[in-house]
């Protein structure tokens, strides 16, 4: 059998990456538990080396080649940079200033709890002396123990937004609070995460960086409001290609920038409705190879058994402190019976947010790829669990209010 050139090895992946798990989510009809999403992340897992490359080594070696892997890195690293452009636009920094004291109680509570978990079962595996297999190479005891704690603390704003529209409940009062909920701790999260990539190093860099960055957004504003709405689409790519490029620069991370990138636009100039086709195009159509490079990164170098129960430890962090600062909310503004324990489990939703926030720390070594797949298995069942749980409790809600 002749061998294949390097191009018909990349689209023979590709082949898979987009039909393989569509086979299985529209087969095994696992939209409930597992949307789309979920089943690519969970297959870029599967055919990464952790499993594929264990089971058929010699099978991984021949599809997933250095040129293969470069051309499939290219692709997944302006995907990601666009969603979290996406992302950014998103965020309902108005409403949450409208409804600052509401907003401002329920984030802080739904943020500081599971964060503070996740930095105890941090915490508590340094003490393990156990730092060799989870702390990479250039992260400090302190990043690693904020990285893992941010993690535990994450809401990913698109995938919620497309829970909110499963339930029906996205354009009603209760999904717009959720909303607003989230993006307050969607900005403070990615604050979390500029603060651990602080590069003393380069802290000139980092300097120019802030300085430059006001004055550009000023124009850029200035600029958005004059151009039409197509336009303004072609300005945004260029503007979220440099202000990532001016990141990385500056030794913070590419996904930091393109984050800012659409955090300082307003969505509203790009169209609502344009704005969702966006977001769906690229989860569609790009976001699948992200997921097969993320899942390349994963390995089980600690040894199975201690990073499923490190996920398991961060998972049981994650949703306890999410319900748990959330009920605290709930008590506190007196809200409903049933709307805390709702409110908790939608905000549950990892999924790509925190995928995002461990490819940054993994590339800049703060973790080990052990604990990136820790990461990454709790941001998949957290996001598995959503669903299910704020299902039955938004029916018990009903039931109450009726």
């Given at each position: ?25 529209r ?23 952790g ?28 995907a ?37 978990l ?47 529209e499963k ?12 909303l ?14 500029a ?13 120019a960086?802030i300085?430059l ?35 990385d ?9 393109a984050f800012?990138?659409?955090?300082v ?16 195009t ?8 992200f997921?097969l490079?993320?899942?390349l ?31 605290l ?8 019976r ?19 926030f461990?490819?940054?720390l ?17 941001a ?9 749980f ?7 809600l ?5």
């Amino acid at each position: 059998m002749p061998q294949l050139t390097q191009t018909e090895m990349f689209l023979a992946v590709l082949v898979a990456i987009f039909a393989l798990p569509y086979a299985v989510w529209r087969l095994g009809r696992t939209d409930y538990y597992a949307p789309l999403v979920v089943v690519q992340i969970v297959g870029g897992i599967l055919l990464g080396p952790g499993v594929l490359g264990a089971a058929l080594p010699q099978l991984h070696a021949t599809l997933f080649t250095p040129d293969v892997i470069a051309m499939l890195n290219g692709i997944a690293m302006w995907a990601v940079m666009l969603f979290v452009f996406v992302a950014g636009l998103e965020l309902d920094l108005k409403a949450a200033w409208r409804w600052r004291g509401e907003t401002g109680t329920t984030a802080a509570l739904a943020f500081t709890t599971p964060m503070a978990l996740g930095a105890l079962v941090a915490g508590a595996l340094l003490l393990l002396d156990a730092r060799g297999e989870w702390v990479g190479a250039e992260g400090q005891d302190w990043q690693f123990v904020a990285g893992v704690g941010m993690a535990c603390a994450v809401t990913a704003l698109p995938i919620l937004v497309l829970f909110l529209e499963k339930l029906a409940i996205l354009r009603q009062p209760l999904g717009q609070r959720v909303l607003r909920y989230a993006s307050l701790d969607d900005l403070a999260i990615w604050g979390v995460l500029a603060l651990i990539l602080l590069d003393w190093e380069r802290v000139g860099r980092q300097a120019a960086f802030i300085a430059l960055f006001v004055p550009a957004v000023w124009a850029m504003r200035a600029a958005m409001v004059r151009l039409a709405e197509r336009d303004r689409w072609y300005v945004a790519l260029v503007w979220v290609a440099l202000l990532g490029l001016a990141a990385d620069w500056s030794g913070l991370h590419f996904m930091v920038g393109a984050f800012l990138a659409g955090a300082v636009l307003d969505g509203e100039w790009f169209g609502t409705e344009r704005v969702d086709r966006f977001r769906d195009t690229v989860l569609l159509a790009l976001m699948p190879v992200f997921f097969l490079s993320t899942g390349l990164k994963t390995q089980w170098s600690a040894g199975g058994w201690a990073v499923a129960m490190f996920a398991l430890a961060l998972l049981v962090a994650s949703v306890g402190g999410k319900l748990g600062g959330v009920a605290l909310a709930g008590r506190l503004l007196k809200w409903p019976r049933g709307e805390a324990r709702l409110i908790g489990w939608l905000l549950q939703t990892k999924a790509l947010i925190l995928i995002i926030f461990a490819n940054v720390l993994l590339d800049k070594q703060v973790i080990t790829p052990a604990t990136f797949t820790a990461l990454l298995l709790c941001a998949v069942a957290s996001t598995m669990l959503t669903i299910p749980f704020a299902t039955p409790a938004l029916r018990q809600l009903d039931t109450h209010r009726a």
